[in-house]
């Protein structure tokens, strides 16, 4: 294992079981252009119902042209990203926290799994700036009330995997679905060739 590397940074669980820390990556079947394509980072998931944000969709929006004081902690390339087709207006902040960081007394940060955690864009700075390898903004989020998801797992418009910390913020040149999907057993890895417009292939 390679240094300041953790367990969790180099295998992930495959268990289907939707949790903080899944990925929900679209099937090669959902047309939807909203999620096509699109990896799902669960950030909850209970009675009430779930809520992730879609990691792979950069936008065209600087983070210093909105939230100029966060921009020097956002993960190449530092635009905000299309988290989801739910209040677009709002910012979300992820972020993969350094190993080893210490977090158990530090206002604006709540993990959700691993070494990712939730960011209070209202928090300082600074103060997270040491803790954390990159953060990452998203206008919105996707979300299901009850019961909402578990029909569109049924209909297999998702397939269900575990994370990887560095998901959350991976480079916008990586094809994050192809990658995702590469890494999980056969026949599943098979699908990460699937053409992205197959009525051209």
């Known amino acids: 294992m390679a240094h300041g590397e953790e367990p969790e940074d180099r295998t992930a669980s495959t268990e289907p079981v939707v949790r903080p820390g899944s990925l929900l990556v679209s099937s090669t079947d959902?047309?939807?252009?909203?999620?096509?394509?699109?990896?799902?980072?669960?950030?909850?998931?209970?009675?009430?119902g779930s809520l992730g944000v879609v990691i792979n969709r950069p936008s065209e929006t600087a983070v210093h042209d909105v939230l100029p004081q966060w921009s020097a902690l956002?993960?190449?390339?530092?635009?905000?990203f299309v988290g989801g087709p739910v209040k677009r207006a709002a910012a979300l902040c992820l972020a993969t926290l350094r190993t080893g960081a210490q977090t158990a007394d530090v206002a604006g940060l709540r993990r959700v799994h691993g070494r990712v955690v939730m960011v209070d864009l209202d928090s300082n700075p600074a103060v997270i700036a040491p803790l954390v390898e990159g953060v990452r903004i998203f206008a919105g989020y996707s979300g299901w009330t009850d019961?909402?998801?578990?029909?569109?797992?049924h209909r297999e418009d998702w397939i269900v995997v575990s994370a990887l910390a560095a998901d959350?913020?991976?480079?916008?040149r990586i094809d994050v679905w192809a990658q995702v999907l590469r890494r999980q057993p056969l026949p599943l890895a098979l699908l990460a060739t699937h053409p992205i417009d197959v009525e051209r292939n």
Do not use: C, K, M, W
Request: aromatic share 6%; charged share 20%.
């Open 30 to 48: 959902l047309g939807e252009p909203a999620f096509r394509r699109t990896v799902i980072y669960v950030i909850e998931h209970n009675d009430a």
């Open 74 to 80: 956002a993960a190449p390339p530092a635009a905000l």
């Open 168 to 172: 959350v913020v991976a480079p916008a």
């Open 147 to 153: 019961g909402q998801l578990d029909s569109e797992l």
